[in-house]
């Protein structure tokens, strides 16, 4: 690992003037920074800690119904918080569903959107990767590529963006709040992201020095609390990156589908909302003929970036099995295997 | 930059001087306080060896800054018996031949004991399989681990009643 410079700035307002530096870097739960830089992947000048700034740790209803998230929130303490559970249970799951219980413990609300990709070409500082640097091409294109993208890719990077807590966070259309050199802004996570074009890496919208400060979870979210899901297929049971994954919430009113929200995970470099299958549903019937169509909706565009063209077919499966699930219900506890499709079955709300 | 921090390792007041803010817990533990219980397997977060409580919560110490955790407490396997009492976590895996080769033992019995802190003392064996993910058993004892974490579960909750 390089050495760096370290701060450990007492507010916002001071931590943006340490991160406005070139090469500075945000330290939170370090757990997927720390991991980068041991790779030699990352090579900050300086990590500015935001570990203790107080007005990022909180949790806090807003006025109009909204939920605010801070960005310092550990995984597991948002899990388990009583708001998250009873009004977006399916972002508890998804939550629940990623890492390990230690991983979960440090990994922060805002570092999880900041998580890079796991391409191992990414990972191995030797490998051209463009998000190494732009230009130097891709060794995932000709390598083990399994795993990458089926959706918004192009040959610039197939790598996938790897989180489980963000995809029901693009279903719901949560909104991420930064702060920086420039001022604040609210964006739609949908927003916050880049997908690669035909010479440019994917990536975030932060400029040098903005930092995120919290995620915040529309009102209008809550009307799915009572039947939304998350489930997640991975190479094993617990502690592994999706190989794909939805979350799949419906709103029945009449035996119809009303609203219906949808968002895909590992398919692409950020997390997919999938609303051509949202349109699909509205005012069907549940049921496997419309998951099914809402399915071939979502994967219209997908095509395949290597040896992954079983991931397209894996995807609507594990979509309309989402969808099933959350036409079930909710389960009034949370499974004892969250997200997994091994849960045993337990009564709905 | 040369830093100075405090850390509470066990109940003992440490105080360590970082040459730079590169060491992570992990490698202050084992190579500046000497505990060397916590074991480094792949440093990277992957395998659960490293595990250690700070202020209460399992964590990867590997993973972890030392020097941002100035003041914080930190437990490791050398701080859980009361003399030579074993903790109902260490007793258990003992009683269950809950390891082969014990390498991971001192990880896995940091995450076990910091499970059962999160979930109360209600874990199903497969909620316990769930929650001990982040620990590898290359020997492959998992069974063992299983049924130590859930006789310790049963033993606190007895003794909490008692």
């Known amino acids: 690992m390089n050495t760096f410079d370290y701060e450990r700035p007492e507010t916002v307002a001071d931590a943006i003037k340490a991160g406005s530096k070139p090469g500075a870097s945000y330290y939170a739960g370090g757990t997927n920074l720390l991991d980068l830089m041991k790779a030699g992947v990352r090579t900050p000048d300086s990590l500015v800690d935001i570990t203790r700034l107080d007005e990022l740790q909180r949790i806090e209803p807003q006025k109009d119904g909204s939920l605010r998230i801070g960005a310092m929130v550990r995984n597991s303490d948002l899990a388990r918080n009583d708001l998250i559970q009873k009004d977006f249970p399916a972002v508890a799951e998804a939550l629940l569903a990623g890492a390990s219980g230690q991983l979960r413990n440090a990994a922060t609300v805002g570092g999880n959107l900041m998580q890079q990709p796991r391409c191992a070409y990414f990972y191995d500082a030797h490998s051209a990767c463009n998000l190494h640097k732009a230009g130097q091409g891709c060794d995932a294109l000709e390598g083990v590529n399994g795993k990458h993208a089926v959706l918004g890719w192009t040959k610039t990077c197939i790598a996938v963006h790897p989180s489980d807590f963000c995809v029901p966070l693009a279903a719901l259309g949560a909104l991420v709040e930064v702060d920086g050199p420039d001022g604040s802004r609210q964006i739609s996570i949908d927003e916050f992201y880049r997908l690669p074009d035909a010479s440019t890496p994917p990536g975030s919208t932060l400029k040098q020095g903005e930092i995120i400060t919290a995620v915040t979870l529309p009102s209008d979210a809550k009307r799915f609390a009572a039947r939304a899901r998350y489930i997640k297929l991975r190479d094993r049971t617990s502690y592994a990156f999706a190989i794909v994954s939805a979350a799949a919430m419906l709103h029945i009113g009449d035996g119809r589908i009303k609203d219906a929200r949808i968002a895909l995970g590992g398919v692409a470099a950020k997390p997919w909302r999938a609303r051509e299958a949202e349109d699909a549903l509205n005012g069907a019937e549940a049921g496997e003929a419309a998951f099914r169509k809402a399915a071939d909706a979502a994967l219209a565009d997908a095509k395949p970036s290597g040896d992954n063209a079983h991931k397209i077919e894996l995807a609507k499966r594990i979509l309309i099995r989402a969808l099933k699930a959350a036409a079930d219900g909710t389960p009034a506890t949370m499974p004892d295997l969250p997200g997994s499709v091994f849960a045993t079955g337990k009564e709905a709300r | ?162």
């Open chain 2, 1 to 162: 930059m040369a830093l100075r921090i405090s850390l509470n390792i066990n109940g003992t007041e440490h105080g360590v001087d970082l040459e730079d803010p590169r060491p992570t817990l992990l490698d202050v533990l084992r190579e500046r306080i000497g505990l060397t219980g916590t074991k480094k397997g792949c440093d990277r977060g992957q395998c659960g060896a490293c595990t250690v409580l700070v202020d209460g919560r399992r964590v990867n110490s590997c993973l972890t800054l030392a020097v941002s955790l100035d003041g914080a407490d930190i437990t490791t396997v050398e701080g859980l018996a009361d003399g030579d009492t074993l903790h109902p976590v260490q007793a258990a895996f003992i009683q269950n031949d809950g390891f082969q080769c014990g390498y991971c033992t001192p990880g896995q019995i940091m995450s076990a004991v910091g499970l059962l802190s999160e979930t109360g003392g209600q874990a199903s064996a497969e909620a316990i399989r769930e929650g001990m993910s982040g620990n590898l058993c290359r020997c492959g004892a998992y069974a063992g681990i299983q049924d130590a974490v859930l006789e310790a579960q049963a033993n606190i909750a007895k003794a909490g009643k008692s």
